[in-house]
C-alpha cells in the first residue's frame, strides 16, 4: 500500500505562488510517475502535472504550463509542485496521485485512470 500526504496549500493573493508537496510512504516511490490533479467546485478533476519516475520527463496541462512545476526527490519519497502566477481561477483541491500499475513506465501518464493511488488533496484558494 502506498500512503500520500499532500500540504503546502492555503490562501494567496493573485500572482502570488505556492509550493505543495506530496510525501510518500509504502511501496517503491523511486519507480512510480506521479501526477498532480486538481478539482474546483462543480467542475471534474483535472490534470495539471506529470513526472516521470526518474524525474527525467514532465508534462503540463495547458492551462498551467510556464507557471507550474513538477519535480520530486527520491531520496525524499517527496514530489512537489511549484506554482507562480497564481489566478483566481487556481483555486481548487489538489491532489498528488502515484501510478504504480507501470513501475519504470515508459511514458507520461496524464489520465486519472492511470493513477491507483491518490492522496486527500490540499486546498488553493487565490483571492483577486
Known amino acids: 500500500q502506498v500512503q500520500l500526504v499532500e500540504s503546502g496549500g492555503g490562501l494567496v493573493q493573485a500572482g502570488g505562488s505556492l509550493r505543495l508537496s506530496c510525501a510518500a510512504s509504502?511501496?517503491?516511490?523511486?519507480?512510480?510517475?506521479m501526477g498532480w490533479f486538481r478539482q474546483a467546485p462543480g467542475k471534474e478533476r483535472e490534470f495539471a502535472a506529470t513526472?516521470?519516475?526518474?524525474?527525467?520527463?514532465?508534462a503540463y496541462s495547458d492551462s498551467v504550463k510556464g507557471r507550474f512545476t513538477i519535480s520530486r526527490d527520491n531520496a525524499r519519497k517527496t514530489v512537489y509542485l511549484q506554482i507562480n502566477s497564481l489566478k483566481p481561477e487556481d483555486t481548487a483541491v489538489y491532489y498528488c496521485?502515484?501510478?504504480?500499475?507501470?513501475?519504470?513506465?515508459?511514458?507520461?501518464?496524464?489520465?486519472?485512470?492511470?493513477?491507483?493511488?491518490w492522496g486527500q488533496g490540499t486546498q488553493v484558494t487565490v483571492s483577486s
Open positions: 496521485a502515484a501510478n504504480s500499475r507501470n513501475m519504470y513506465g515508459r511514458r507520461l501518464y496524464t489520465g486519472p485512470e492511470d493513477y491507483n493511488y
Open positions: 509504502g511501496g517503491t516511490f523511486s519507480s512510480y510517475a
Open positions: 513526472i516521470s519516475w526518474s524525474g527525467g520527463s514532465v
